[in-house]
């Protein structure tokens, strides 16, 4: 079973940058694509990007797009959301997840694994 662990999470400012980091562990998850969503009370998850096992593949929702940044160290079997100019809009909790298969879906029951999220909490 792969298992998710996610870090990096925590408190700052408006217009500062933070990195999450998701390490997979467990048998063949090096061959899993992962990614990222979070979600707000209230709202349903939303899509933020998805990265397969190699990198070469990569999709980042529009919403995102030139703010956020999505990598992995296969050799650490982490993946990476580099989060840039951040705003209070972008307070959310954030969930790595993984998948077998690299798609485009950005609908979160499409995902198959979770991890066990974080807050990322933007101040004005």
């Known amino acids: 079973q792969v298992q998710l662990e996610e870090s990096g999470g925590g408190m700052v400012q408006a217009g500062d940058s933070l990195r999450l980091s998701c390490t997979a562990s467990g048998r063949a998850s090096r061959s899993y694509a992962m990614g990222w969503f979070r979600q707000v009370p209230d709202k349903e998850k939303e899509f933020l990007a998805f990265i397969n096992w190699s990198g070469e593949n990569i999709h980042i929702a529009d919403s995102v797009k030139g703010r956020f940044t999505i990598s992995r160290d296969s050799a650490k079997n982490t993946v990476y959301l580099q989060m840039d100019s951040l705003t209070p809009e972008d307070t959310a909790y954030y969930f790595c997840?993984?998948?077998?298969?690299?798609?485009?879906?950005?609908?979160?029951?499409?995902?198959?694994?979770w991890g066990q999220g974080l807050q990322v909490t933007v101040s004005a």
């Open positions: 997840v993984a998948d077998r298969f690299y798609s485009e879906t950005t609908y979160y029951k499409d995902f198959s694994l």
